[in-house]
């Protein structure tokens, strides 16, 4: 059986993972963006995103022709079988969710099936509130199209939970696949097109309807982004017990099977394109239908005040923060990759300006995106050992395996060998003996367990 050909619609993260993925399987893909400059670099091989083993993997698929990029709707769905919709959801201002350019595309998708006369599916991939496939994405497509959804095409919402830095892990990996469909033929076509692509490594397919789906990725969200923030108030809870450390808390009650060893690491809070607007946008949502959801609440109350933490540390040493050189390892959301989008970084970086510190910043990979951002506020290092040279204050931020290779020897070129371990990478008893250490969690005066 020859694989059948796809189109995908939003070229981010998501998108580009979901292509370039289908793509080196042998599928024909074809990706549709907006941005014409994105277009051009992913059509030379050039991912435009840093996403571990994405470049390595783009490049055949778009020498052999099996992946090619366009901004013409019309041709990318005359060429295809299938098309997903992976084109952002950002949060509007007051917290809800932005649909324009689902909107869009949708409409795009409507223009170009009219002339179609093949049967074609559309896959809502993009993370939308409950009823947003069948309430906005089936009418723009119906009116656009003049055709008729479950009857000249068809329709699923199958939502993604591909990590940013592990996405083309997760996904020829995933825990499960979601299907939402608006009728059978819909699901069966969907279900066979992940048949086909996973072959004898079939993760369990979910069928449902596509509010259920819809809802199944912001309650996943909302869960891993509650356990964070969970975690981290024990953490501060930690930090005022003597004796008390998170890691050893975390990881005894990360064994209770109830309970699950991941998203139990305390940290600075969680940043990132997905968690932060996914539960505004879900308290939002909550609101409008009359529902309290105080546990989003404070998942969100704690998060912001979470990068705060590693300043009030730093001025409970330094007592004065101005003029002070504070050095700060890491400034991505997360370790291997680029994104500084809600990165706990820029927060907490702009608030040690307002304290009048002087921050020096080292990523290693994320610093020409913080430029951009930050621009001359901020001195930008070109290593972690030239960023902690002469500081008074060293945060870690973000835990690259870059930072982990550190000993506590490599701080004392600080002028003031203070360091704030805010990812916990660091091993205190060791750290204790040559610097000034604190870190999120641990107890004023840890001990080792024998003592
Ligand atoms: C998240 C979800 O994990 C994916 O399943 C989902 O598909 C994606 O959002 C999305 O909605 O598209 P992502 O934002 O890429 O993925 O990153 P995570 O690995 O989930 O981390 C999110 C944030 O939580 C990071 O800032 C990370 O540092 C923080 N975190 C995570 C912690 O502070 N502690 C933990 O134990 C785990």
Known sequence: MSSPSISVCGLGYVGLSTAVCFASRGFKVIGVDVDEQKVKLINSGQPLIYEPSLRELLAEPIEKGLLSCTLDYKHAISESRTTFITVGTPAGSDGSIDLRNVEDSSRQIGRALRDQREWHLVVVRSTVTPGTTSQLVKPIIETTSGKKCGVDWGLCMNPEFLREGSAVKDTFKPDRIVIGEHDRTSGDRLENLYRQFYGEQQPPILRMSPVNAEFVKYANNAFLAMKVSYINMIANLCQKISGADILQVAK???????????????????????????????????????????????????????????????????????????????LAFKPNTDDLREAVSIRLINALLEKRAKVVAYDPIATDNARRILGDKVLFASSALDCIDGADSCIVVTEWDEFRKLRPEDFERMRNPVVIDGRRIFDPQEFKRVVRFEAIGLGATSMSPSE
Not at 280 to 295: T, V
């Open 252 to 330: 005894a009650i990360g064994l209770d099977k109830r309970i699950g060893p991941l998203f139990l690491e305390a940290g600075l809070g969680y940043g990132g394109s997905c968690f932060p607007k996914d539960l505004k946008a879900l308290l939002d949502f909550a609101k409008k239908k009359g529902i309290d959801a105080p546990l989003i609440e404070s998942t969100i109350r704690i998060n912001e005040s979470q990068p705060l933490k590693a300043l009030e540390m730093a001025e409970q040493i330094l007592v004065d923060l101005e003029d002070k050189r504070i050095a700060v390892l890491g």
